[in-house]
């Protein structure tokens, strides 16, 4: 029986040693030309939020609220933000004036009256912002059957797949750990609004669907948003396709987290106050236990 057992276990430590090379081998090995030619690797940008002392600019969320409201919020909405938000210290900053203006654009329920109707009001500053639809149904009737997402939190809902090495990830990972790299969505949102060109001769894109490199299965149904000279920007700076996509994508990183700056301050106060309290104890431990022997 123990004789029995031992060979059993012998070969199942040999099936595990073998399954884990034949696993390595195939992580490392390159994918075919086919699967190279379709992935994209998205670039890692430098944003003014990103590290330890991230912050927002304020210009930059300006021009990016201005690319929102052209471009984005004929389809999009940004249901978890208010409209004073975009007056708040660490946002854009915009006038008051002009947000309640552009706040009482949109109607908002507001009770019923007394045959029982709903009544409408023009949106305040502390109104969330209102959408483009009614509801998802209405949304997929006029945009051939596609439902585009809210941005409220959409650099936080998607991340970049990076295809590594296996025994490469680890130290990627300890990388952005030490970096403190939390920029993933807005990699990925910048890339995706870049992503748009041909699809290969060989690729079947589907009627109604545009081909992006970025977007997993290259097939969406959001035709191309934005395109060079499409936004002017009040400040003269170039309006390119791409300073328009990082602009709208750091104002959208924004909207999924006005605090983040504070956050990050509050983080940094907090490791300080551990250093020092990590020093004033093991002086502590030194000075109590320095006439006892070990």
């Not at 009482?104 to 209102?130: C, H, I, S, T, W």
Request: net charge negative; proline share 6%; with cysteine.
């Amino acid at each position: 029986m123990t004789t029995m057992t031992s060979s059993l276990v012998r070969r199942s430590l040999g099936a595990f040693v073998i399954g884990s090379i034949l696993s390595a081998t195939a992580l490392s090995a390159p994918a075919s030309a086919s699967e190279t030619a379709e992935h994209y690797q998205i670039p890692r940008l430098e944003w003014t939020f990103g590290g330890l002392s991230g912050y927002f600019d304020k210009q930059q969320l300006r021009r990016g609220f201005k690319v929102y409201q052209t471009v984005c919020q004929s389809c999009h909405n940004l249901a978890h933000l208010s409209y004073r938000n975009l007056t708040q210290p660490g946002g854009p900053e915009l006038p008051k004036e002009e947000v309640e203006a552009y706040a009482a654009q949109k109607q908002v329920a507001d009770g019923f009256n007394d045959a029982g109707e709903v009544n409408m009001r023009p949106a305040k500053l502390a109104d969330l912002f209102v959408g483009p639809f009614k509801n998802d149904k209405e949304a997929a009737a006029a945009l051939n059957g596609s439902v585009p997402p809210d941005l409220s939190l959409i650099t936080k809902a998607r991340t970049v797949e990076r295809e590594v090495d296996w025994y490469a990830f680890p130290f990627i990972m300890l990388k952005d750990v030490l970096t403190q790299y939390q920029e993933q969505g807005a990699d990925y949102v910048h890339a995706l609004l870049n992503g748009y060109t041909e699809p290969p001769a060989t690729f079947n894109l589907l009627p109604g669907l545009s081909y992006n490199r970025v977007f997993p299965g290259h097939q969406i149904g959001m035709p191309q948003p934005l395109s060079d000279g499409m936004v002017e920007y009040d400040d003269g700076t170039p309006n390119t396709l791409d300073q328009q996509s990082k602009d709208v994508t750091a104002f959208l990183a924004w909207a999924a987290e006005p605090t983040l700056a504070d956050r990050k301050k509050l983080g940094a106060w907090v490791l300080i106050y551990l250093i020092i309290l990590a020093g004033l104890l093991y002086a502590s431990k030194k000075l109590i236990w320095r006439n006892v022997k070990h």
